[in-house]
C-alpha cells in the first residue's frame, strides 16, 4: 500500500475587507483577488524528501516541473494571469478541452525537507470565473519521481515506483469576492429557539431575515438576483448537522431525523433548489443541505422588510444544549458571500401559556406530561398542600401505584386498589436473601440532648449464606453515648428474626428491674458457657472486658465451682459472701463414734487377773473351781479388734453440673 509523502495548505492571504480564507475558490477579476499561499510539507514521519532542480531546465513546462495543478474546464478566470512571487519558482500553463494544468518548476538551491518541514509558493491571480457559478470546484495537485526533481531520502535515496502517491484532491468552495463584506441582514429566531428533545415529540421554529437598512439609505434594498439559468441566481443554504447522541451530541440529531425536517421560505417568492445535499468528511455524512433560489423572479427584501424561513417536524433525541443551524448567501449583487450561525437550543420544555413536556395535547392543569418523566437529580418542592392521585381513567388495575427501580421490572413497592401498601424489597441473591427492605425512622433533632434517630426497618442482615429476614430496631449512635445525635440509625438495638429469636445489644428489663442480674450463677448441663455467660471455673478475666461482673465479684478471678455444693451467705454462722469450706472426704474419731460394744456370741463380759499361777506337773487343766489363785472358768474366747482407720466419702447423693456465671 503506497504513501502520501506531501501535505498542502491552500490559503488566500487576509486582506483589510476578509480574513484568511482557506480550501476556497475566489470568484472574480483575477488583478481584485488576493494572494493564493500553497504550503507543501514532508509528511512522512520517518523519511527526507529532497526537492532539488533539474539539471539545465528553467523554464516550467508538460514535461519538467515539480508539481501540477489541474482544474475542470471553465473554472478558472483567466489562467494566463496566474503568476508566481518567488524567483525560485518557475509557472507555465496548458489549457484544453480537458481542463487546464498549471505547471510549478523549482529553480532554486536544493531543498530538503524532514518530518512536517514545509516550503511555500505564492501565487497571484487565481480566481474562478463569474459567469458559471457553483458551488464548489476540486483541483488535483501532483508530482512525479521519476524526473529526478523529487526523492525521498532515508537517508539515503529509496528506488521510487509504487511506493508513494503521486497526487492529491482538494476540494475548493466557491466563494464571492467582490462587493462588500458585510451584508445588512439581521437573522434570528422568531419567540423562541428551542426544540423538545423528546424523541416522539415534533416541534417547529421560524428563522426571521429583516433587513436593517434604513429606507433613506443608498441603495436600502437587497435585491436576491434570478436568472433563467439556476447557476447565475442568488441562493440561501441551510445546513444543519447530524450525526448520533453517542459521536456527535451537539447535532441537531440523527441523519434520519434531521432528512425529515421540512424547509420552506414563506410567500411564493423562493423554491427549493434540487434534493437535500449531503456535506461528508472522509465518506462520514456530518451535514444536511437546503438550497434556495428565487422562483421566478428578482426577490427584492426592502429597508427594515422581513422574510420568514420555517423549519417544521423537527424531531430529536440529542442531549439538551446547543446546535447551530448555518445560513449562507451567495451571490448576493453588491456582497460578498457570507454565512449566519444561530444556535438551536435542545431541551424538554417548550414555554408558551402553560409549561408542556413532552406532548402537544390540550392542558387540563398547569402540568400535563405524556409517557413519563425523569428528573436529573434536584428535588421537588410545593409551598402548599401536596396531593397524588392515582388512576384518573378508572383502569380497574388491581395496584395503581406501583415502584420500580433502575431497569429492573421487580415491584419493590405497590399500593393496591385497597389501600393496602406491599414492599418486597431487594430481589434475592445466593449469598443473601434480601437488604433492607422496609425503613420507618424518626429523626433526630439536633442539639436535643437523648435526642437519637429511632428506626424500625424489616429485611435480611445476615451475611452468610442463608440470611433469613429479621425485624429491627435501630438507633443512631452508640447506646451509652446519651449525649450523641444523628440522623442514621446505624446502631441496632434489638432484631426479630424469622426463626423467633429475639437478640438485644443491651438488657432486658421487666417492671422490677434487669430479668438476670450480671453474677447470676446458675447450673448448666452444656461443656461449654453460652453467648453472655462464663464458666465458674476459676479462671482469671481482665476487668476492662467484665467492668460490670467485676463490680459485683470485686476480683478478676471467677468463681471456682468445681466439684463444689453451694451454700446460702450468712455471717453470723461464719458463712461470709464468697468464702468456700468443706472436704469431700473425712476421718472419724474415737470421740465422734457412737457408744457401743464388742459381744461375742455369748461372750459379753471382761475378766480381770490378779496375778500370775504357773502351771506344774501334769495337770494341765484345773477344773476346780476355788482350789487355787486363777478364775474359775470353764470357757474363755479373746475379743476381737473392729474398724480400719480410712476416711469416708462426705457427699449425699448427687447429679454433677457445671455452673455459669452471667456477665
Known sequence: MSEMPFGFTWCYQETEDDDQQCLVLVIGEPEDVPPLDIEISNILSDKTIAIRPMGGVSQADGDNYHFKLAFLPGILADPSAIAVESADWSISFVSNADGVSIYLLWTGTETWLSDQDTMKVILTGVAAQSFDKITSADVTISWEFDQGGIEVMSPAKIPEGGDYDENITLELTMVQSSGKSNIPLYVGFVNCNKVLNTYDEASSLQLRLTNTNLPTSAAPDIIFHYDADINLCSQLVVTLEVGTAAD????????????????????????????????????????????????????????????????????????????????????????????????????????????????????????????????????????????????????????????????????????????????????????????????????????????????????????????????????????????????????????????????????????????????????????????????????????????????????????????????????????????????????????????????????????????????????????????????NLSYSAKISSQGGGEPHENLPPYYALNYIIKF
Open 248 to 631: 456527535v451530541p451537539w447535532a441537531l440529531g440523527t441523519r434520519d431525523q434531521v432528512n425529515n425536517i421540512t424547509i420552506s421560505i414563506a410567500g411564493d417568492q423562493w423554491q427549493q433548489n434540487g434534493d437535500i445535499e449531503t456535506i461528508e468528511v472522509e465518506g462520514v455524512v456530518q451535514a444536511l443541505q437546503w438550497t434556495f433560489i428565487p422562483q421566478s423572479a428578482d426577490v427584492v427584501l426592502a429597508a427594515r422588510k422581513t422574510m420568514l424561513i420555517n423549519l417544521d417536524n423537527i424531531i430529536t433525541s440529542h442531549p439538551t444544549g446547543e446546535a447551530n443551524l448555518y445560513l449562507s448567501y451567495q451571490y448576493v449583487p453588491g456582497y460578498k458571500d457570507g454565512q449566519f450561525v444561530c444556535q438551536i437550543e435542545k431541551a424538554p420544555l417548550v414555554v408558551d401559556t402553560k409549561v408542556r413536556m413532552g406532548t402537544r395535547k390540550e392542558l387540563d392543569g398547569l402540568l400535563n406530561v405524556q409517557d413519563g418523566i425523569t428528573l436529573d437529580g434536584g428535588e421537588i418542592q410545593n409551598t402548599g398542600l401536596l396531593r397524588f392521585r392515582s388512576d384518573l381513567g378508572k383502569t380497574g388495575e388491581n395496584y395503581p401505584v406501583v415502584f420500580y427501580n433502575q431497569d429492573d421490572n421487580s415491584r419493590y413497592m405497590r399500593l393496591d386498589s385497597n389501600f393496602k401498601l406491599e414492599i418486597a424489597g431487594l430481589p434475592a441473591t445466593p449469598e443473601i436473601e434480601t437488604e433492607e427492605m422496609l425503613k420507618l425512622r424518626r429523626i433526630a433533632v439536633t442539639g436535643v440532648k437523648n435526642s437519637n434517630t429511632v428506626a424500625f426497618r424489616v429485611g435480611a442482615f445476615e451475611t452468610e449464606e442463608g440470611g433469613r429476614t429479621q425485624l429491627d430496631i435501630a438507633l443512631s449512635g452508640h447506646p451509652d453515648d446519651h449525649n450523641h445525635y444523628g440522623t442514621d440509625a446505624d446502631m441496632t438495638v434489638m432484631s426479630l428474626c424469622a426463626d423467633g429469636n429475639v437478640t438485644f445489644t443491651g438488657r432486658i428489663k421487666d417492671q422490677t428491674g434487669y430479668v438476670i442480674p450480671v453474677g447470676t450463677v446458675v447450673p448448666y448441663a452444656g461443656t461449654e458457657a453460652p453467648d453472655g455467660w462464663l464458666l465458674c471455673n476459676g479462671n482469671h478475666f481482665d476487668k476492662s472486658d467484665y467492668p460490670e461482673l467485676y463490680e459485683v465479684l470485686g476480683k478478676e478471678n471467677l468463681p471456682n465451682l468445681h466439684k463444689k455444693f453451694i451454700i446460702g451467705a450468712d455471717a453470723e454462722l461464719n458463712y461470709n459472701l464468697h468464702k468456700t469450706g468443706g472436704k469431700e472426704k473425712v476421718t472419724l474419731t474415737l470421740a465422734q463414734i457412737p457408744g457401743h460394744n464388742h459381744n461375742n456370741g455369748d461372750y459379753d463380759r471382761l475378766l480381770k487377773f490378779d496375778e500370775t499361777h504357773t502351771m506344774l506337773g501334769s495337770n494341765h487343766y484345773d477344773s476346780d473351781p476355788g482350789d487355787g489363785s486363777e478364775p
